[in-house]
């Protein structure tokens, strides 16, 4: 804790008060010495008649932190971090893709006010950032993914963006009407397609996965384990 004492500047304009007074309310002569010497014994009278009536105040404050005390640094602008590379440029420009096409499925998701698009996109979403994550964690599978990304992918934000605009139009006619329905009916197409080529990317897994089963099913049977259950006899 501080102690600050304030001093009041009542005591200050008593003295202003009496010179005033002396000069005009009295007509009191101010031409000799001895005049402005009276006058400043009065003025130092009226001085301590205002301390004694308007004295001096203290009060205590609290001290403020150190961390207070000293100058803060101005806060930096945060730099936009970027993404961390895979050290394999495609893989990189691919990953890049998928954020910024993820990205504005999301706008027009937010745009779109019909439910069934609504959940169209969020399928297309979901289904369009793993394609991409499966094939960069094995590059080797990119050639299967060509055509979705230099044109599947494209041309369904295109579409997208086309029945966003339409149907921000507030108007009904034959052709936005048409427009907007053929884009729907295209939209279920879409999504089966990407679906089913996500699945097409696990092809060879599942064949690998399928011959070591029936590896190790005839190897049970040569032993004798085939069919028994763990704990049987």
Known sequence: MAYVK???VLPIYFI?????VWAWLLRAPLYRPSHYIMAALASLIAYYVGKMLFPDRGYEVQDAPPSAQQAQPRPQPK????PKSTGNPEIDALLAERDRAVSEMRRLNDAIEDPRISAQISLLET?????IDTVAASPGKLPQIRKFMNYYLPTTL???NAYDRMDSAGVSGANIDGTKGRIEDMLDTICTAFTRLLDDLYGEEAMDISAEITVMEQMLAQE??????????
């Open 6 to 8: 304030k001093r009041s």
């Open 16 to 20: 202003g008060g009496t010179w005033l």
């Open 79 to 82: 730099q936009e971090q970027k």
């Open 127 to 131: 289904t369009t950032g793993k394609i």
């Open 158 to 160: 295109k579409l997208l």
């Open 224 to 233: 004798g384990l085939g069919g028994m259950t763990l704990g049987g006899s």
